[in-house]
């Protein structure tokens, strides 16, 4: 097996939490002894709860922020051991896409400004065909190449998500993190962008880690999932089977709690404990209703890949309730999706 | 609009632009304020009379067709004096106010970007120097440097910083927290890149407004100077050391008083009623929508 492009190595990083008085007062432990690779080519889906660490382990990919503990190894190199000047020049193979598409681009800057900034940090065209490349990733994206000189403010959110894909794009990474790329967009405008990047990854032969809540849009999109509770990888496998054949109760329960699901699962009780302190032994032994003693002292391991989980109960749990073949919205989004896909760029539509 | 024509985008300034136009009051003051300007350009060509002239003919002669404002105890035409007074005045304001924002800004986004001890180290240095009153610090560091135009405008511009750092420094922290400036960390972009290409464009607006409001007190705090004896050295003609000269004849000869004192009101109003506007203007609430 040829070396991963990114792997990640017992990464942890903790926020400090202080009391009125400014004292250190405890840290959140937003992500935990997170270990994980992701191959070049594949698209890997990061899904859980709000507050569960996802974003902070996508920043962390990037070393956006660095991690307390564990290394970040990307194409070789170490991240958290690079000069802040060659972490720079490698951020041109690695690039993010965030969630909300009204905060990410720049308000003084028009469309072109914003997609070329990347050519001209890393000198990757000369000047003079800059005009010439940030049309061709205008028109790859679907937006019309003549909104160029236009400002943010003048777009819409599902064109800005494409601006803001674009600029991703311009530095041609290698690995793109996209943290709720669709999350903050109406639902049409979701299923636009999803095919979108569906078909850039394919076309591209791109990397791409998507963090994400959204289960139909993983399905959609994902090879491999690991879904995460509490700061940990509780699951991690391909996608068809994470998400047909789920083994952590964590993760039947959220497939589960999908909106439009033909059985009526009993919701999981409670809420997520307080990441400050964590509870021992299995995080989710709290909320699990097949919890044992041992789950309560001893924290699991992820068992071997390619279908990994962290459960004491593996291969004992107890079937999951029989449920439709397909995950709700799977065939719905699909549906909607064949409505909007067009075959060439689309004209943005100006306000 | 139609699809087919795409002009080309409306960008935030010009918007700001239409927002100020439609403020009457601020459009007045910045009618004035270009009226001084080009008066202070072309002092040599529109004052009536040499303002350095005396005359002992015509000594405290009262307003009359000769002299629009009348002459002072030396003889001198008053209106020439105000109209080369406004060079002093306007530049001690633009200048030391620009001197005060080269020197404030940077510190401030270095102090707001960096945080940790940078930016408490020269918070604490800009606390300290907000917490002695503005005319009082300006008046101990022109007396430190000497009496002089050039001394004057520094030490305006030294004790007019402060603010310029602690507003940007909020902005930047401001700034900080958002996707766009993460973003651009993301695309690989350099502190010092990120620190003026990206956030200072964006910190603009607050800024230019606090200028034009610090112009009318730098504007002032020359005059003060300058009645002082700190700042335009006679003979030659300042707002402020005219007032000075003019106070022993307060009763004899107001008008020696009142134009140099009534301009210095009118030209400070016009720059608060246009910082005002751009305030509206630039509102960040409404770039928004």
Known sequence: MTQPLLQLNDLAKRFPVRDALGRKAGAVHAVDGVSLSVAEGETLAIVGESGCGKSTLGRLMLNLITPDAGTVRFAGDDLTKLSSSALRARRRDMQLIFQDPFASLDPRMTVEQAVAEPLRLHRIVPRSEERARVADLLSRVGLRPELARRWPHEFSGGQRQRIAIARALASQPKLIVGDEPVSALDVSVQAQVVNLLSDLIRDLGLTFVMISHDLGVVRHIADRVAVMYLGRIVELGPADQVLSAPKHPYTRALLAAVPGHGTKAPPIEGDVPSPISPPPGCRFHTRCQHAEALCRVTTPELTAAPHAVACHLDGRLPPPAPRPDRLAGGERLRRLQSFFRAPGPQPGVPQ | ?289
């Not at chain 2, 080309?8 to 136009?21: C, D, H, Y």
């Not at chain 2, 404030?104 to 002695?132: C, E, K, N, Q």
């Not at chain 2, 134009?259 to 608060?272: D, K």
């Open chain 2, 1 to 289: 609009m139609s699809a087919t024509a795409i002009p080309i985008g409306e960008s935030p300034t010009r918007r700001a632009v239409k927002r100020f136009l439609r403020h009457r009051l601020a459009v007045f003051g910045l009618i004035i304020v270009v009226a001084f300007i080009l008066v202070a350009i072309f002092a040599p060509l529109i004052a009536p009379y040499d303002p350095l002239q005396t005359s002992w003919t015509r000594i405290r002669r009262p307003p009359s067709w000769a002299h629009w404002m009348g002459t002072d105890e030396n003889g001198r035409d008053v209106l020439s004096r105000v109209i080369w007074g406004a060079r002093a005045s306007m530049m001690a304001g633009v200048v030391s106010v620009l001197g005060a924002m080269i020197l404030g800004v940077p510190l401030g986004l270095l102090a707001g970007l960096a945080g940790g001890w940078v930016d408490a180290v020269i918070s604490r240095i800009a606390d300290a120097m907000l917490s002695v009153p503005f005319l009082i610090l300006a008046i101990a560091l022109a007396a430190f440097l000497g009496p002089a135009l050039e001394n004057a405008m520094l030490a305006i511009a030294i004790t007019a910083s402060p603010v310029f750092a602690r507003l940007s420094r909020g902005m930047a922290l401001e700034a900080k927290s958002t996707d766009w400036v993460e973003a651009a960390r993301a695309l690989g972009n350099p502190a010092w890149r990120i620190a003026f290409v990206h956030v200072l464009p964006n910190i603009i607006p607050p800024l230019l407004v606090q200028a034009t409001l610090a112009i009318a007190e730098a504007i002032i705090a020359e005059a003060a100077l300058s009645f002082l004896g700190l700042g335009m050295q006679p003979p030659n003609p300042s707002w402020g050391s005219m007032l000075n000269s003019s106070q022993r004849f307060l009763t004899q000869a107001p008008w020696l008083s009142i134009f140099p004192g009534v301009t210095i009101m009118v030209v400070v109003l016009a720059f608060n009623l246009m910082g005002d506007g751009l305030r509206d203007a630039l509102d960040p609430r409404a770039e928004k929508t």
